[in-house]
């Protein structure tokens, strides 16, 4: 049955204008998009959108449903309602928990989602070859060529190891030449190459960047063929007038990269675009860059844009600067109309933490019976560039543990998520503001060891035996009362709705902040990322990245 659109401001992302006129849509696509409103020759369900915008359904090419701590399902479930109708998900969380059995689970998880979920197959897990941690899981070449046998596969993850393939790494080497072989897009991460460096990677068969973006790097990536994307921390004022003022944004995207439930309760890409009108760019233009730009990128032919033969992806909004919609259509029926499907995840994928219960003793930094003063490597974190720098302190101990009651100082410590007897790392980190109390997560970029931060050791403990005991989560204990939120798939994410996931880690994050914490609860999950700068923790010890 044919469904007739009209009084409808139309917004054209492939000659980037408004226009006021009627659409059709037939067999889930889109039929005619005209200008005016002369369509009384046709016969349909005709509806009046009273002036409202419509905007393509938005397409975000490079995000990790796990960083929303739910399922592909649970994520679809919401995303959809922002008006998303497409992402390229990245799953290197489950696969580095998991291996190919959690990409597998991810993909199998999405079959029967409302959006269009496309996976890439994560090239770097572990994250680097440097074994700066220890893993359980590795994707390897032949993992490549098994995973891509699923149409939904059409890309290479990103390649976060990029001194692994300056410096010819062959295993890496040999996943990307599959990756091409098998023309799949291949996805980068290049946080501070530029010159030679940068040529030598792309040269590869390297199609984009993500990470953190400043003016002089977005136009030397543009010149050098690449993709660039942009993230909310990359949308300064600076970078959005450098867009502006190029005469070719055809290679600029906007992305999401990772959003947490409780971002997501309140939004997704919609809110990225928003926030880049908000900085200065043009709406049609910055629409565009997460519509038509992001399906020509993955190569999504069908997609992106109203216009004939297009599948029928769009939503209605009121106003282009929020772009909250109104109402939503997936291949060309209401969202409202869509059946909502929840399946159980498969036992095989279910706690994987094979911890026993810590005790406090397993937080001491000396023997007991050691010394009374020692010089501390410690992790100062810098609250508004959220970089790390590495000091030496003179740090008092009592029985092995330091004496920071007093001070801007937290213990940190990783375990190696697969030992039953704890097998990591002790160390110091200051800068969080943290008073009292203790923060655990088996949920820790990106290996997803077992991370505990806190005051005191006890309180240690229990955040991390609540944890332990539930298979996986994220728990906050001032000792003797525990908060939890439980992750028990992989250890890193839940079956349970978006919403009720939201509101149980805002009261964690409302917990920690009533204790001290200046920094967001986001920014605790990357303090164990090895690829990011400059220096981070690992159960083998400090690293410098």
Known sequence: MRRIFYNAKIVDVLTLRIFCGWFSIADGQFEFVEEGNSFEDLSGICTDLNGAYVVPGLIDAHMHIESSLVTPQRFAA???????????????????????????????????????IYTAVPSCVPPTRALLETTDFHI???????LAKNPKVIALGEVMDYRG???????????????????????????TLSGRALSQYISIGVSSDHTLAYPEKILEELQKGMYVMLQPKSLTKENVECIMKLKDRSRILLVTDDTLPTDLSRGHLNRVVALAISRGWDCVDAIASATIRPAQYLGIKNMGAIAPGKVANFFTTDHLDTLNPRSVFIDGEPLSSKVFCVTSPPPAVLGNLRLRKLVPEDFRMLPADGCTTAVVNVIVVDEKSRYTKLVQKLINFQKGYPNISNEDMAIIAVFYRGSKEPQGSVGLISGLGLQRGAFCSSFAHDTHNLLVIGKEPQAMAAAANAVIESGGGIAVSDGESVHLLKLPIGGIITDEPVDEVATKLELLEMILHSWGLKLPLSFLFTLTLTTSPYYKISDKGIVDV
Not at 140 to 146: G, L
Not at 167 to 189: C, D, F, M, Q, Y
């Open 140 to 146: 390897s070449a032949n993992d490549v060529e098994y």
């Open 165 to 191: 393939i300056l410096s010819g790494e062959r295993e890496l080497l040999n996943i990307v030449k599959t990756a091409k072989k098998l023309k799949l897009t291949i996805e980068g991460h290049c946080p």
């Open 78 to 116: 919401k995303a959809a309602r922002w008006g998303t109708c497409a992402v390229l998900q990245d799953p290197h969380e489950m696969a580095n928990v998991l291996g190919v059995l959690g990409v597998s689970f991810m993909i199998e998880n999405a079959r029967t989602t409302l959006l269009h």
